[in-house]
Nanobody, 121 residues
Framework: VQLQASGGGLVQPGGSLRLSCAAS????????MGWYRQAPGQQRESVAT???????TYADSVKGRFTISRDNSKKTVYLQMNSLKPEDTAVYYC????????????????WGQGTLVTVSS
């Protein structure tokens, strides 16, 4: 199973970006999916998560500006980022805590390769 993130780029303060992360492989179900980010010189932090039933969590710093969603049929999670600030600049990683593959095999703690978001004028 692999997670492939896309959608990063350069945007001006106040702008918007939408990140996508698709899971590939022979997948039966995915439990929690989410986004983390890591700014230069800082630790990786959780940005938002979403469970299979749609329950979401957000970091305080992005509440009201970011929206996480998922399409279970496409095995994809999205992060809509609005009103972006320079402090949102980071590499964004998608993540899943648990994936069930066909054959009743579980994979745990999966990470995508990261996509760079730069917010600058």
């Amino acid at each position: 199973v692999q997670l492939q993130a896309s959608g990063g780029g350069l945007v001006q303060p106040g702008g918007s970006l939408r990140l996508s992360c698709a899971a590939s492989g022979t997948i039966f179900s995915i439990n929690v999916m989410g986004w983390y980010r890591q700014a230069p010189g800082q630790q990786r932090e959780s940005v938002a998560t979403i469970r299979g039933d749609g329950t979401t969590t957000y970091a305080d710093s992005v509440k009201g500006r970011f929206t996480i969603s998922r399409d279970n049929s496409k095995k994809t999670v999205y992060l809509q980022m609005n009103s972006l600030k320079p402090e949102d600049t980071a590499v964004y990683y998608c993540w899943s805590d648990r994936v069930l593959r066909t054959g009743l095999i579980y994979d745990y703690d999966l990470w995508g390769q990261g996509t760079l978001v730069t917010v600058s004028s």
